[in-house]
């Protein structure tokens, strides 16, 4: 095929992590013809999650194993683009044109699906010990840690819910370090760590995560003193914050909320006809199965421009 042929299809969802292959599954036996891109191998941020033990059906399922298993089912009802990036898309009366590194893609309705990246430290340790101690999301991997140390990295809402979060499911010590002398969460959070006995550690910087083939322990620096120090502990979450993949929303006049996700009423619908939302972009819960629902909402909701029946 030609760089520039133009292939067809009724629905294009960009993104193949939970969100893009439940819209796939259900669009795809509604009759509607789907074509699904991801810039990489698919499965999202689940991807990299060691356990989960919060997807009905599963008591506990590695992230890398649930992904693998929506994959095959999705592959059953939509064309699946791995490693092929949407560049850029652009709509003319009701055709959206999907340009990709590869070829031309035109669609009656599109899916946004592309998730978030979880934002990180960058500091030596952090990437060799993700799924190994270091995680980016307490509700997901906080039950491997019962009764064991661990940390937690941000000063904001998040940190200190999870920091909570962790101590309620009877984590032996929790720590909520930050590099401030006050914490940006709102008080009534940060008294409720405090009486939970979150030990806060202000005015410190982690600099390296240590472990041979797991978390062992932190070096900190303390940036009033400028003392350096060791922190041993199981496990290490990262909460300060994810970057919503939003750029092909922009690009689409899509309306964003003032943290950058995709605003999207209850049948996903955003304020663009014929582009809808699903899964992480939107914000939310950020769970599996929240975005399973979305982007089983999202797909039936595209029947309407496609002009076909509602399945259900």
């Known amino acids: 095929m030609g760089v520039w042929e133009i292939m067809d299809y009724e629905l294009a969802i960009i993104g193949a992590g939970p969100a893009g292959y439940s819209a ?9 013809k789907t074509v699904v891109f991801d ?12 356990n989960i033990e919060n997807y009905a059906g599963f008591e506990s399922i590695s992230g890398a194993d649930l992904m693998d298993k929506m994959q095959k089912h999705a592959s059953k009802y939509a064309d699946i683009h791995f490693i092929e990036e949407v560049k850029n898309i652009t709509k003319k009366d009701n055709l959206f044109t999907i340009e990709t590194t590869n070829k031309i893609y035109t669609s009656k309705a599109v899916i946004l699906c592309m998730g978030t990246e979880y934002r990180k430290l960058g500091i030596p340790g952090e990437q060799e010990l993700q799924g190994k101690g270091v995680s980016y999301c307490a509700t997901c991997d906080g039950f491997f840690f019962k009764g064991k140390k661990v940390a937690v990295v941000g000063g904001g809402n998040s ?5 909570i979060f962790l101590k309620q499911i009877g984590c032996e010590e929790v720590y909520l370090i930050h590099r401030r ?29 240590n472990g041979e083939q797991k978390v062992e322990y932190l070096e900190m620096y303390d ?7 060791k922190l041993s502990v199981d496990g ?10 939003n750029t092909l929303a922009k690009d689409l006049g899509v309306k964003l909320d003032e943290r950058g996700y995709i605003i999207a009423d209850k049948q996903q619908k955003t304020n663009v006809r014929g582009v809808y939302a699903a899964g992480d972009i939107t914000g939310g819960l950020r769970q599996v199965i929240t975005a399973c629902a979305e982007g089983a909402i ?7 421009v496609l002009g076909k029946a509602y399945p259900y």
């Open 181 to 209: 002398d006050q914490l940006r969460a709102e008080t009534a959070y940060e008294n409720e760590a405090r009486g939970k006995k979150v030990q806060i550690l202000l005015n410190k910087i982690v600099e390296k995560i």
């Open 236 to 245: 290490f979450f990262v909460s300060i914050g994810e970057i919503p993949q």
């Open 159 to 163: 940190a200190l819910i999870e920091a």
């Open 298 to 304: 999202a797909a039936l909701s595209t029947t309407e």
């Open 223 to 229: 940036t009033k003193s400028g003392n350096k120090s």
């Open 24 to 32: 796939s599954i259900y669009a795809g036996r509604s009759g509607i």
């Open 39 to 50: 810039k990489i191998g698919g499965g999202g941020l689940a991807l990299v999650s060691p």
